[in-house]
Protein backbone atom coordinates (compact mmCIF):
# COMPACT_ATOMS: atom_id res chain seq x y z
CA UNK A 1 0.00 0.00 0.00
CA UNK A 2 0.98 3.40 -0.42
CA UNK A 3 -0.65 6.01 0.95
CA UNK A 4 1.67 8.80 0.20
CA UNK A 5 0.62 10.11 -3.41
CA UNK A 6 -2.45 11.53 -4.76
CA UNK A 7 -2.97 12.60 -8.42
CA UNK A 8 -4.61 16.11 -8.56
CA UNK A 9 -8.44 14.05 -8.06
CA UNK A 10 -7.35 12.93 -4.54
CA UNK A 11 -8.06 14.26 -1.44
CA UNK A 12 -4.86 15.38 0.16
CA UNK A 13 -5.05 15.74 3.90
CA UNK A 14 -8.19 12.90 4.65
CA UNK A 15 -6.67 11.33 7.75
CA UNK A 16 -5.66 8.15 7.39
CA UNK A 17 -5.95 5.15 8.72
CA UNK A 18 -4.00 2.26 7.63
CA UNK A 19 -4.95 -1.55 8.36
CA UNK A 20 -1.95 -2.95 7.58
CA UNK A 21 0.47 -1.14 10.06
CA UNK A 22 -1.11 -0.60 12.95
CA UNK A 23 -1.22 -1.96 16.44
CA UNK A 24 -5.20 -2.26 16.87
CA UNK A 25 -7.02 -0.72 19.82
CA UNK A 26 -9.50 -3.64 21.21
CA UNK A 27 -12.03 -1.18 22.72
CA UNK A 28 -12.88 2.46 23.06
CA UNK A 29 -9.63 3.67 25.43
CA UNK A 30 -10.15 6.83 27.40
CA UNK A 31 -6.94 8.31 27.76
CA UNK A 32 -5.98 9.32 31.22
CA UNK A 33 -5.07 12.73 32.01
CA UNK A 34 -4.86 13.20 35.33
CA UNK A 35 -5.66 17.17 35.48
CA UNK A 36 -8.79 16.31 33.32
CA UNK A 37 -12.01 14.41 33.90
CA UNK A 38 -13.55 14.03 30.94
CA UNK A 39 -17.55 13.30 30.00
CA UNK A 40 -18.30 14.16 33.74
CA UNK A 41 -16.88 17.57 32.93
CA UNK A 42 -20.10 18.42 31.48
CA UNK A 43 -21.66 18.94 28.09
CA UNK A 44 -21.40 21.96 26.53
CA UNK A 45 -24.08 24.39 25.33
CA UNK A 46 -24.17 23.08 21.88
CA UNK A 47 -24.15 19.58 23.70
CA UNK A 48 -21.60 16.85 22.22
CA UNK A 49 -19.91 16.10 19.12
CA UNK A 50 -18.12 13.13 17.54
CA UNK A 51 -15.26 13.33 15.02
CA UNK A 52 -13.06 10.44 13.73
CA UNK A 53 -9.91 10.68 12.55
CA UNK A 54 -9.19 13.96 14.93
CA UNK A 55 -5.79 14.07 15.94
CA UNK A 56 -4.40 15.22 12.55
CA UNK A 57 -5.06 17.20 8.90
CA UNK A 58 -8.70 17.88 8.40
CA UNK A 59 -9.64 15.99 11.46
CA UNK A 60 -7.87 17.93 14.09
CA UNK A 61 -8.66 21.33 12.63
CA UNK A 62 -12.75 20.16 12.49
CA UNK A 63 -11.63 19.41 16.34
CA UNK A 64 -10.92 22.77 17.34
CA UNK A 65 -13.48 24.69 14.91
CA UNK A 66 -16.65 22.85 16.50
CA UNK A 67 -14.97 23.30 20.21
CA UNK A 68 -14.31 26.71 19.62
CA UNK A 69 -18.02 27.16 18.19
CA UNK A 70 -19.18 25.75 21.34
CA UNK A 71 -19.34 21.84 21.13
CA UNK A 72 -17.76 19.52 23.78
CA UNK A 73 -15.95 17.16 21.33
CA UNK A 74 -14.89 13.92 21.37
CA UNK A 75 -11.76 13.04 19.34
CA UNK A 76 -11.51 9.74 18.00
CA UNK A 77 -8.59 8.52 16.43
CA UNK A 78 -6.60 5.14 16.19
CA UNK A 79 -3.36 6.50 17.45
CA UNK A 80 -3.78 6.75 20.86
CA UNK A 81 -0.63 9.04 22.14
CA UNK A 82 -1.10 11.15 19.64
CA UNK A 83 -4.84 11.81 20.10
CA UNK A 84 -4.20 12.52 23.56
CA UNK A 85 -1.62 14.80 22.74
CA UNK A 86 -3.48 17.61 20.51
CA UNK A 87 -6.79 17.01 22.91
CA UNK A 88 -4.44 18.07 26.15
CA UNK A 89 -2.88 20.73 23.84
CA UNK A 90 -6.73 21.89 22.85
CA UNK A 91 -8.00 21.84 26.69
CA UNK A 92 -4.24 24.11 27.64
CA UNK A 93 -6.83 26.68 25.26
CA UNK A 94 -9.80 26.35 28.03
CA UNK A 95 -11.27 23.70 24.98
CA UNK A 96 -13.69 21.07 26.27
CA UNK A 97 -12.06 18.24 24.60
CA UNK A 98 -11.82 14.52 25.07
CA UNK A 99 -9.93 11.43 23.26
CA UNK A 100 -10.38 7.62 22.49
CA UNK A 101 -8.26 5.71 20.93
CA UNK A 102 -9.96 3.18 18.81
CA UNK A 103 -9.93 0.73 15.83
CA UNK A 104 -13.43 1.88 13.70
CA UNK A 105 -12.81 -1.63 12.31
CA UNK A 106 -13.50 -2.80 15.65
CA UNK A 107 -17.27 -3.09 15.74
CA UNK A 108 -17.70 -4.24 19.13
CA UNK A 109 -15.50 -1.42 20.16
CA UNK A 110 -17.40 1.11 18.16
CA UNK A 111 -20.90 -0.12 19.56
CA UNK A 112 -19.44 0.64 23.16
CA UNK A 113 -18.13 3.72 22.51
CA UNK A 114 -21.32 4.99 21.49
CA UNK A 115 -22.68 2.99 24.57
CA UNK A 116 -20.69 5.03 26.68
CA UNK A 117 -21.15 8.49 25.68
CA UNK A 118 -24.57 10.56 26.31
CA UNK A 119 -26.44 10.94 22.85
CA UNK A 120 -24.36 13.18 20.08
CA UNK A 121 -25.40 16.12 18.71
CA UNK A 122 -23.01 16.34 15.68
CA UNK A 123 -20.96 13.36 14.56
CA UNK A 124 -18.19 13.63 11.79
CA UNK A 125 -17.15 10.99 10.10
CA UNK A 126 -14.07 12.01 8.51
CA UNK A 127 -11.08 9.39 9.22
CA UNK A 128 -10.52 7.36 5.76
CA UNK A 129 -8.01 5.41 4.07
CA UNK A 130 -6.18 6.44 0.89
CA UNK A 131 -4.71 4.02 -1.39
CA UNK A 132 -3.08 4.57 -4.73
CA UNK A 133 -2.76 1.91 -7.36
CA UNK A 134 -2.91 1.54 -11.01
CA UNK A 135 -6.60 0.40 -12.29
CA UNK A 136 -4.80 -3.70 -13.78
CA UNK A 137 -3.35 -3.90 -10.25
CA UNK A 138 -5.94 -3.36 -7.99
CA UNK A 139 -7.20 -6.42 -5.99
CA UNK A 140 -10.50 -7.82 -4.23
CA UNK A 141 -8.62 -7.73 -1.36
CA UNK A 142 -7.73 -3.78 -1.84
CA UNK A 143 -11.57 -3.56 -2.68
CA UNK A 144 -12.13 -5.12 0.70
CA UNK A 145 -10.19 -3.26 2.52
CA UNK A 146 -10.98 0.08 1.53
CA UNK A 147 -14.84 -0.09 1.84
CA UNK A 148 -14.57 -1.89 5.47
CA UNK A 149 -12.59 1.66 6.33
CA UNK A 150 -14.29 4.10 3.67
CA UNK A 151 -18.16 2.64 3.98
CA UNK A 152 -18.51 0.32 6.51
CA UNK A 153 -16.86 1.65 9.50
CA UNK A 154 -18.51 5.15 8.47
CA UNK A 155 -22.37 3.06 8.15
CA UNK A 156 -21.53 1.13 12.10
CA UNK A 157 -20.41 4.61 13.52
CA UNK A 158 -23.71 6.28 12.01
CA UNK A 159 -26.09 3.57 12.92
CA UNK A 160 -25.30 3.09 16.29
CA UNK A 161 -24.98 6.80 16.90
CA UNK A 162 -28.50 7.14 15.14
CA UNK A 163 -29.67 5.07 17.76
CA UNK A 164 -29.01 7.59 20.87
CA UNK A 165 -29.47 10.53 19.08
CA UNK A 166 -32.00 13.60 19.62
CA UNK A 167 -34.49 14.77 16.77
CA UNK A 168 -32.35 17.73 15.15
CA UNK A 169 -28.95 16.42 15.54
CA UNK A 170 -26.54 16.63 12.76
CA UNK A 171 -24.14 13.97 10.57
CA UNK A 172 -21.27 14.89 7.85
CA UNK A 173 -19.56 12.32 6.28
CA UNK A 174 -16.15 13.40 4.33
CA UNK A 175 -15.78 12.03 0.92
CA UNK A 176 -13.57 13.34 -1.79
CA UNK A 177 -14.00 15.29 -4.94
CA UNK A 178 -12.36 11.94 -6.32
CA UNK A 179 -15.78 10.57 -6.49
CA UNK A 180 -16.64 12.16 -9.61
CA UNK A 181 -13.86 10.49 -11.34
CA UNK A 182 -10.09 10.07 -11.07
CA UNK A 183 -7.00 7.90 -12.51
CA UNK A 184 -4.69 5.44 -10.20
CA UNK A 185 -7.20 4.84 -7.68
CA UNK A 186 -10.41 2.95 -8.61
CA UNK A 187 -10.96 1.52 -5.44
CA UNK A 188 -10.81 4.63 -3.41
CA UNK A 189 -13.20 6.76 -5.85
CA UNK A 190 -15.54 3.74 -5.43
CA UNK A 191 -15.55 3.76 -1.48
CA UNK A 192 -15.91 7.68 -1.62
CA UNK A 193 -18.55 7.40 -4.65
CA UNK A 194 -20.33 5.08 -2.11
CA UNK A 195 -20.76 7.79 1.40
CA UNK A 196 -21.85 10.02 -0.81
CA UNK A 197 -24.61 7.44 -1.91
CA UNK A 198 -25.29 6.63 2.12
CA UNK A 199 -24.82 10.11 2.90
CA UNK A 200 -28.14 10.46 0.74
CA UNK A 201 -30.04 7.44 1.77
CA UNK A 202 -29.25 8.11 5.47
CA UNK A 203 -30.91 11.88 5.07
CA UNK A 204 -33.66 10.32 3.59
CA UNK A 205 -34.00 7.51 6.72
CA UNK A 206 -33.43 10.10 9.26
CA UNK A 207 -35.42 12.94 7.72
CA UNK A 208 -38.68 12.27 9.77
CA UNK A 209 -36.48 13.07 13.16
CA UNK A 210 -34.83 16.33 12.01
CA UNK A 211 -31.49 15.38 11.79
CA UNK A 212 -29.48 16.33 8.82
CA UNK A 213 -26.77 14.53 7.05
CA UNK A 214 -24.47 16.01 4.38
CA UNK A 215 -21.56 15.66 2.85
CA UNK A 216 -18.08 17.50 2.09
CA UNK A 217 -16.27 16.73 -0.84
CA UNK A 218 -12.50 18.09 -0.45
CA UNK A 219 -10.41 19.05 -3.18
CA UNK A 220 -6.49 19.20 -3.22
CA UNK A 221 -5.32 20.45 0.60
CA UNK A 222 -2.71 21.39 2.43
CA UNK A 223 -1.53 18.94 4.79
CA UNK A 224 2.08 16.99 5.53
CA UNK A 225 0.86 14.84 2.44
CA UNK A 226 0.52 17.46 -0.03
CA UNK A 227 3.54 19.11 1.22
CA UNK A 228 5.81 16.22 0.45
CA UNK A 229 5.56 15.85 -2.87
CA UNK A 230 8.83 16.94 -4.86
CA UNK A 231 7.97 20.79 -5.90
CA UNK A 232 7.61 19.46 -9.67
CA UNK A 233 4.61 17.32 -8.82
CA UNK A 234 3.14 20.17 -6.57
CA UNK A 235 3.53 22.45 -9.43
CA UNK A 236 1.75 20.07 -11.52
CA UNK A 237 -0.82 20.11 -8.51
CA UNK A 238 -1.67 23.55 -8.15
CA UNK A 239 -1.88 24.51 -12.13
CA UNK A 240 -5.27 22.07 -12.54
CA UNK A 241 -6.63 24.54 -9.44
CA UNK A 242 -8.43 27.44 -10.67
CA UNK A 243 -7.85 29.13 -7.91
CA UNK A 244 -3.82 28.37 -8.50
CA UNK A 245 -3.63 27.02 -4.67
CA UNK A 246 -4.44 24.21 -2.44
CA UNK A 247 -7.19 24.53 0.40
CA UNK A 248 -6.51 24.44 4.49
CA UNK A 249 -7.31 22.21 6.40
CA UNK A 250 -9.48 24.84 8.37
CA UNK A 251 -11.64 25.06 5.07
CA UNK A 252 -12.62 21.70 5.74
CA UNK A 253 -13.76 22.64 9.49
CA UNK A 254 -15.73 25.85 8.60
CA UNK A 255 -17.57 23.64 6.30
CA UNK A 256 -18.03 21.26 8.98
CA UNK A 257 -19.16 23.92 11.48
CA UNK A 258 -21.09 25.25 8.96
CA UNK A 259 -23.19 22.08 8.52
CA UNK A 260 -23.31 21.40 12.17
CA UNK A 261 -24.76 24.73 12.88
CA UNK A 262 -28.00 25.01 14.76
CA UNK A 263 -28.50 28.03 12.26
CA UNK A 264 -28.47 25.98 9.95
CA UNK A 265 -32.09 23.47 9.45
CA UNK A 266 -33.06 23.35 5.59
CA UNK A 267 -29.93 21.48 3.92
CA UNK A 268 -29.62 17.64 4.44
CA UNK A 269 -28.35 14.61 1.77
CA UNK A 270 -26.61 17.09 -0.22
CA UNK A 271 -22.48 17.14 -0.96
CA UNK A 272 -20.88 20.49 -0.31
CA UNK A 273 -17.58 20.59 -2.69
CA UNK A 274 -14.75 22.45 -1.07
CA UNK A 275 -12.35 22.18 -3.56
CA UNK A 276 -10.89 25.89 -5.34
CA UNK A 277 -13.55 25.18 -8.40
CA UNK A 278 -11.85 21.88 -9.47
CA UNK A 279 -15.04 20.19 -10.03
CA UNK A 280 -16.14 22.71 -12.21
CA UNK A 281 -13.54 21.19 -15.10
CA UNK A 282 -11.29 24.15 -15.73
CA UNK A 283 -7.81 24.37 -14.19
CA UNK A 284 -5.60 27.44 -13.48
CA UNK A 285 -4.26 27.76 -16.56
Known sequence: M????????????????STSNVDHVSGAQPLADPHHTGIADGISPLGLALVTGGASGMGRSTVEQLARD??????????????????????????????????LTDEAAVRALVRELPPLRALV???????????????????????????????????EAARKMEDGARIVNIASRAYLGAKNHPHYVASKAAVV???????????????????????????PILQALTPERLA???????TGKAGRPEDIARA????????????????LFVDGGKSLGGSGS
Open 197 to 223: GYTRASAMELAPRGILVNAIAPGLIDT
Open 125 to 159: NNAGLFDERKFLDVTNEDFRRIYEINLVAVATLTQ
Open 256 to 271: VSFLVSPNMGFITGQV
Open 2 to 17: NPGTRDEAGQAGESLV
Open 236 to 242: AQLALQP
Open 70 to 103: GFQVILVDRNGPLAEQEAASLRAQGLNVDARAID
